[in-house]
């Protein structure tokens, strides 16, 4: 679990320093970062917080296609690791 916790973190670097994505984004999936990593949480409340962000983001008007697939797979992985705990 941890693994998982530790690759969907890393893709939300990759997406919060690709400088050709608006910084709206950049600072929207470091929050989602900072809450799914924030231990005070359950997981499930934590994924389901980096998810209501990242969907967000994902229908931002301005956002390049390639960061809203990256988005995309980002919420889906989230999505499993919730319903694993």
Do not use: F, H, Y
């Not at 679990?1 to 929207?28: H, W, Y």
């Amino acid at each position: 679990m941890a693994d998982k916790i530790k690759q969907i973190a890393d893709a939300m670097d990759m997406l919060a320093e690709d400088t050709s994505v608006p910084r709206n984004i950049r600072k929207g999936a470091t929050d989602a970062k900072a809450r799914l990593l924030d231990t005070k949480d359950a997981m499930d409340v934590r994924c389901a917080g980096a998810i209501n962000i990242l969907d967000d983001l994902a229908n931002d008007p301005n956002i390049p296609l390639q960061a809203r697939t990256l988005i995309w797979q980002i919420i889906s992985q989230l999505e499993t690791v919730a319903k694993g705990n």
